[in-house]
């Protein structure tokens, strides 16, 4: 009995095993593994037996352990970016939300944008015995993906790359930054600046590709001192609108290649006593969750993150059972909010 006030000592606890749970069903550990791990039939009066010492005993299975006897780990290794970010946070919700629902064990590590740590968290899922990878904004070149898939199979975003053991899909990126500048370019905005990401990120490089698109269609002409970096963080965001704003180069509307940085960039424009859109319209691209509550709410893109998640999580699955893994991604949508406006010039 535990005595009032005092805290209970778990590790006193007797662990109830496999093999007591086998001998009070008065069957193999063998059977009892089977059994948990649904590798073969057993006999409806074995079933019973077993049933009646897990719940006597209170046995507790190891879905790790058991799935190791029967070759699979029932888990599965997630490769983000970075943990803190909105935007990978809700990649991650969509993805647990699909594999605790199949009952494989999501195992997150963070890769911070570096090939060398992309690699070596590959390295330690496959030392974990993961069932498969699924990484999030892949850094790491197409071959070595490639090559390592033959061991671990994977889902990777922002790729188009594919083969028997590893699947990957990418969000119409190009697409959505055209939409976006030209959105702009509708309110008479013909000086539009351009926070970029990261410059060797696909995403970025395609959202690039977008903004400059969009102003060759519109016969505007192309400006480099309106393309600040800004690496797809708020402090980016900021420090690039500042750059702007110190550079005196003249623009009426900025277009930040992620909603991230586009908080950055209305943080900076607040502080030089800017309005937002009176004096500058802002657009984004994600739809984070925070983006319609800045004041003034944010024009961005919707790319939904959490339902890419869940699309790599099935995927995922579909390829360790060894079914098709053909999937549709979700298009890119332009969400009107009050940061755009007609331009004031």
């Not at 005993?57 to 970016?81: C, D, E, R, W």
């Not at 809700?90 to 064990?105: C, D, H, K, R």
């Not at 970029?196 to 990120?201: A, N």
């Not at 690039?240 to 550079?247: E, N, R, V, Y």
Request: proline share 5%; charged share 20%.
């Amino acid at each position: 009995m535990q005595v009032p006030g005092k805290l209970k000592n778990y590790s006193e606890e007797p662990v109830t095993t496999l093999e007591m749970v086998a001998a009070e069903a008065g069957v193999s550990p063998s059977t009892v593994s089977r059994f948990l791990n649904g590798t073969a039939k057993v006999s409806e009066i074995k079933r019973r037996a077993i049933e009646v010492a897990i719940k006597k005993l209170s046995f507790v299975s190891n879905p790790i352990a058991s799935g190791l006897a029967g070759g699979k780990s029932h888990s599965i290794g997630i490769i983000t970016q970075v943990f803190g970010s909105p935007y990978y946070g809700q990649a991650m919700v969509g993805i647990e939300e699909i594999l605790i629902a199949a009952n494989y064990a999501p195992l997150f590590v963070s890769s911070h944008w570096r090939e060398d740590f992309e690699l070596g968290c590959i390295n330690f899922l496959e030392g974990r015995r993961v069932d498969g990878i699924i990484i999030l904004s892949a850094c790491l070149p197409d071959e070595v993906l490639l090559e390592r898939s033959i061991r671990t199979p994977m889902v990777v975003t922002s790729r188009m790359l594919s083969s028997e053991r590893l699947h990957s899909f990418n969000f119409d990126n190009y697409t959505g930054a055209k939409m976006a500048t030209e959105h702009l370019i509708g309110l008479g905005h013909t000086r539009i600046a351009f926070l970029k990401g990261i410059s060797s990120h696909h995403d970025a490089i395609e959202r690039f590709k977008g903004y400059r698109a969009a102003l060759k269609a519109h016969n505007l002409p192309f400006d480099p001192k309106l393309c600040v970096q800004g690496q797809f963080m708020e402090t980016g965001g900021e420090a690039a609108t500042l750059k702007l704003l110190d550079s005196g180069s003249r623009f009426t509307a900025i277009f930040a290649s992620n909603d991230q940085m586009a908080y950055g960039a209305a943080l900076a424009l607040y502080n030089r006593g800017l309005r937002v859109p009176d004096d500058i319209s802002l657009v984004g691209f994600d739809d984070l969750l925070n983006s319609s509550f800045m004041i003034p709410p944010l024009t961005t893109v919707r790319h939904s993150i959490r339902e890419i998640g869940k699309i790599a999580a099935v995927t995922m699955l579909k390829l360790i059972a060894g079914e098709t893994h053909a999937s549709d991604n979700p298009a890119p949508e332009l969400v009107i909010r009050k940061s755009t406006r007609s331009c004031p010039i």
